[in-house]
């Protein structure tokens, strides 16, 4: 979508005749619906000195001019473009304009500068790397800017800057960004008119500003080929059994429901470590060599960033975020508008999109709508928040609504948790979820403990993990998280003063799941969901205790920072009965989740200490019927299903 487009010759009379700004708000208003004439007159400065920088007898006067031009399937926005030929090839230079006037370095990561923003200093993209990102954008998924080779050339207009002796805008540090897309500052007009003359001598004649915006969503052979490449040598992705079975299944489902036009929906069910990211990763890099505009969909963003930077290697990071995204995304999607959307964990799909909860209509019915075949992978037992709403009925009635056909699959076999379905049967009973079989039984070869004291559990994880960095500290929700300390390690959050015992939560700037600095910070229900490590010590806060025989949960323990049960407070007055049911359904649920995610082994320790010594009870029954009945252990009856 572009927001105005003309020649340069219509381009500069609008400016000069002040009719631009209102041109600017209509078309806001006619295609997006929401602006103010305030935020467009903001703009009026960058573009009048574009106009100033346009006024160049060498720039052909039928070169097309673009503004706020969005790259599809994302939120960003270029800014201006010029487009034309240079007697060769068609070209479109991508101009990113800022009115900064102050930038500070930043050194100690790549490609971010701390510049003033909103009254405050920020942290942000170099304007080199953000013209450079959108370009990159722009070429890896746009059809017709790859089939007809249509060249881009991004560059950054800072009109307002003045560079200095040293200047930490073009420091060295950058220097591998800027070579990619040039930086020009105030007093620096004439060089950006060279370069603009460079790829633009000649008119637009082949309506390129058209093209960019009406090519169809495509990944490009070069994005393809990266991704199949690093997902064949990356052993954490290989499919076994049932997890390849319901694979080929819903790779040809996928592959027929677009050949025939037919719009399909695809429910696979399944437990704790059944493999069901393991195949949605799969999925969406095998559609996409297929030429298919797949993407990979999530409510939590630490499974979307932890499998992102383990596809990147070579890849660029623009290309691979790009195919990954928050289950909100979809709230102005057009119908069809994707090939394949593979949703994730989507029993944590909410109704509202947006940060304050109230963009769209409901996510499961936007994930339909804008995708030709999508696919849904859910466990309705790791539903951890009142906002969770995914459930297959839910999925089954909108797909009903939007005309889709409906298939539904469900995986049986644990590959979490050493392969055993007992282990996670035996802790429904524990946490007394469910009543099951497995009372004294959790299967063979897993390693669970219940430690006397947490700082024992953080050493014994700390150790575990200098072997392959894939053991964890977890913890419930019970401590709070102040938004100030977020980026400060030597703030503790978690404290247990009875055992003199301190630990941060994970940082917020962190991917805390891989980062091999993060083994001794917690990380909580919305860090850990939907990913596995091969130990994990989980700190069971007061939320959960014993007494009179009975496992409770207590949600007035939970901190306040945790959005997990906002809203409990409010349901409790009203229906308290109720309140009390799904808080405590949401508790359980959580240390369940938390508890399943050591594929070898949980450590817990629990701050009640009746609980604890209950859990060492329950394990205590579990060593004695496993020294009486070695070879013969009984099981919770599951049912295995195919597709109905």
């Given at each position: 979508?572009?927001?105005?487009?003309?020649?340069?010759?219509?381009?500069?009379?609008?400016?000069?005749?002040?009719?631009?700004?209102?041109?600017?708000?209509?078309?806001?208003?006619?295609?997006?619906?929401?602006?103010?004439?305030?935020?467009?007159?903001?703009?009026?400065?960058?573009?009048?000195?574009?106009?100033?920088?346009?006024?160049?007898?060498?720039?052909?006067?039928?070169?097309?001019?673009?503004?706020?031009?969005?790259?599809?399937?994302?939120?960003?926005?270029?800014d201006?473009?010029?487009?034309?030929n240079?007697?060769?090839?068609?070209?479109?230079?991508?101009?990113?304009?800022?009115?900064?006037?102050?930038?500070?370095?930043i050194?100690?990561?790549?490609?971010?500068?701390n510049?003033?923003?909103?009254?405050?200093?920020?942290?942000?993209?170099?304007?080199?790397?953000?013209?450079?990102?959108?370009?990159?954008?722009?070429?890896?998924f746009?059809?017709?800017?790859?089939?007809?080779?249509?060249?881009?050339?991004?560059?950054?207009?800072?009109?307002?800057?003045?560079?200095?002796?040293?200047?930490?805008?073009?420091?060295?540090?950058?220097?591998?960004?800027?070579?990619?897309?040039?930086?020009?500052a105030?007093?620096?007009?004439?060089?950006?008119?060279?370069?603009?003359?460079?790829?633009?001598?000649?008119?637009?004649?082949?309506?390129?500003?058209?093209?960019?915006?009406?090519?169809?969503?495509?990944?490009?052979?070069?994005?393809?080929?990266?991704?199949?490449?690093?997902?064949?040598?990356n052993?954490?992705?290989?499919?076994?059994?049932?997890?390849?079975?319901?694979?080929?299944?819903?790779?040809?489902?996928?592959?027929?429901?677009?050949?025939?036009?037919?719009?399909?929906?695809?429910?696979?069910?399944?437990?704790?470590?059944?493999?069901?990211?393991?195949?949605?990763?799969?999925?969406?890099?095998?559609?996409?060599?297929?030429?298919?505009?797949?993407?990979?969909?999530?409510?939590?963003?630490?499974?979307?960033?932890?499998?992102?930077?383990?596809?990147?290697?070579?890849?660029?990071?623009?290309?691979?975020?790009?195919?990954?995204?928050?289950?909100?995304s979809?709230?102005?999607?057009?119908?069809?508008e994707?090939?394949?959307?593979?949703?994730d964990?989507?029993?944590?799909?909410?109704?509202?999109?947006?940060?304050?909860?109230?963009?769209?209509?409901?996510?499961?019915?936007?994930?339909?709508?804008?995708?030709?075949?999508?696919?849904?992978?859910?466990?309705?037992?790791?539903?951890v928040?009142?906002?969770?709403?995914?459930?297959i009925?839910?999925?089954?009635?909108?797909?009903?609504?939007?005309?889709?056909?409906?298939?539904?699959?469900?995986?049986?076999?644990?590959?979490?948790?050493?392969?055993?379905?007992?282990?996670?049967?035996?802790?429904?009973?524990?946490?007394?979820?469910?009543?099951?079989?497995?009372?004294?039984?959790?299967?063979v070869?897993?390693?669970?403990?219940?430690?006397?004291?947490p700082?024992?559990?953080?050493?014994?994880?700390?150790?575990?993990?200098?072997?392959?960095?894939?053991?964890?500290?977890?913890?419930?929700?019970?401590?709070?998280?102040?938004?100030?300390?977020?980026?400060?390690?030597?703030?503790?959050?978690?404290?247990?003063?009875?055992?003199?015992?301190?630990?941060?939560?994970?940082?917020?700037?962190?991917?805390?799941?891989?980062?091999?600095?993060?083994?001794?910070?917690?990380?909580?229900?919305?860090?850990?969901?939907?990913?596995?490590?091969?130990?994990?010590?989980?700190?069971?806060?007061?939320?959960?205790?014993?007494?009179?025989?009975?496992?409770?949960?207590?949600?007035?323990?939970?901190?306040?920072?945790d959005?997990?049960?906002?809203g409990?407070?409010?349901?409790?007055?009203?229906?308290?009965?109720?309140?009390?049911?799904?808080?405590?359904?949401?508790?359980?649920?959580?240390?369940?989740?938390?508890m399943?995610?050591?594929?070898?082994?949980?450590?817990?320790?629990?701050?009640d200490?009746?609980?604890?010594?209950?859990?060492?009870?329950?394990?205590?029954?579990?060593?004695?019927?496993?020294d009486?009945?070695p070879?013969?252990?009984?099981?919770?009856a599951?049912?295995?299903?195919?597709?109905?």
């Open positions: 979508m572009i927001i105005y487009e003309a020649t340069k010759t219509e381009f500069i009379s609008d400016v000069t005749n002040e009719l631009l700004v209102e041109r600017l708000y209509n078309s806001y208003q006619e295609k997006i619906g929401r602006t103010s004439k305030q935020e467009i007159v903001s703009w009026e400065n960058s573009l009048q000195r574009m106009s100033n920088v346009m006024q160049d007898k060498d720039i052909p006067n039928d070169a097309s001019v673009a503004i706020e031009f969005k790259i599809p399937n994302t939120s960003k926005r270029v201006f473009i010029v487009a034309g240079d007697g060769r090839q068609d070209h479109v230079v991508i101009v990113e304009l800022k009115q900064w006037t102050e930038v500070e370095k050194t100690t990561k790549d490609a971010l500068v510049t003033y923003l909103g009254g405050a200093k920020r942290a942000v993209a170099h304007p080199s790397y953000q013209a450079w990102s959108y370009a990159a954008l722009i070429k890896d746009n059809e017709n800017v790859q089939e007809q080779k249509i060249d881009l050339k991004p560059c950054a207009y800072l009109h307002n800057y003045r560079k200095v002796v040293n200047d930490p805008l073009t420091d060295e540090h950058y220097q591998e960004h800027m070579n990619k897309a040039p930086i020009f105030k007093g620096e007009i004439l060089k950006l008119r060279d370069f603009i003359k460079k790829y633009v001598r000649k008119g637009d004649h082949n309506k390129l500003i058209y093209q960019i915006e009406h090519g169809r969503i495509r990944p490009s052979k070069s994005l393809q080929d990266s991704l199949t490449n690093m997902l064949k040598g052993e954490e992705f290989v499919m076994i059994d049932e997890q390849k079975v319901f694979y080929e299944e819903a790779f040809h489902s996928a592959l027929k429901c677009l050949k025939y036009n037919k719009k399909h929906v695809m429910i696979i069910e399944g437990g704790p470590g059944t493999g069901k990211s393991v195949m949605a990763i799969n999925l969406l890099v095998n559609l996409i060599n297929k030429g298919l505009m797949a993407l990979y969909v999530s409510k939590n963003s630490a499974p979307r960033e932890v499998y992102a930077s383990k596809l990147k290697g070579t890849v660029r990071k623009t290309e691979i975020d790009n195919l990954f995204k928050g289950s909100g979809f709230t102005e999607s057009k119908l069809n994707f090939d394949v959307i593979v949703v964990e989507a029993h944590r799909l909410n109704e509202k999109s947006g940060f304050y909860g109230n963009q769209g209509e409901n996510q499961v019915k936007e994930l339909i709508k804008a995708s030709k075949f999508t696919l849904f992978f859910i466990d309705e037992n790791q539903r928040t009142l906002k969770d709403i995914g459930s009925d839910m999925i089954k009635k909108y797909a009903y609504e939007l005309n889709s056909e409906v298939r539904i699959g469900k995986l049986v076999s644990q590959f979490r948790c050493d392969g055993s379905d007992a282990y996670i049967a035996w802790l429904d009973d524990v946490l007394q979820i469910r009543e099951t079989a497995n009372t004294h039984y959790y299967g070869d897993y390693d669970f403990r219940v430690m006397d004291d700082h024992d559990m953080l050493h014994e994880i700390e150790k575990l993990n200098r072997m392959n960095n894939k053991s964890r500290m977890l913890a419930g929700y019970c401590w709070e998280w102040p938004t100030g300390e977020r980026t400060n390690t030597m703030y503790k959050d978690i404290v247990i003063p009875e055992y003199n015992f301190e630990i941060s939560w994970n940082l917020k700037d962190s991917i805390w799941a891989i980062d091999q600095n993060s083994v001794s910070e917690a990380g909580c229900i919305h860090t850990a969901q939907g990913l596995e490590f091969d130990f994990v010590g989980v700190i069971i806060g007061p939320d959960l205790r014993y007494e009179n025989g009975e496992v409770i949960t207590d949600y007035t323990k939970r901190a306040k920072t959005q997990s049960l906002k409990i407070k409010t349901m409790a007055k009203d229906n308290p009965e109720k309140a009390q049911i799904v808080a405590d359904q949401i508790i359980r649920n959580t240390y369940r989740t938390l399943t995610r050591g594929q070898k082994g949980c450590f817990i320790f629990c701050t200490p009746k609980l604890n010594s209950y859990f060492k009870k329950r394990l205590q029954k579990t060593q004695i019927y496993d009486l009945s070879t013969s252990h009984s099981k919770v599951e049912d295995e299903e195919g597709y109905n």
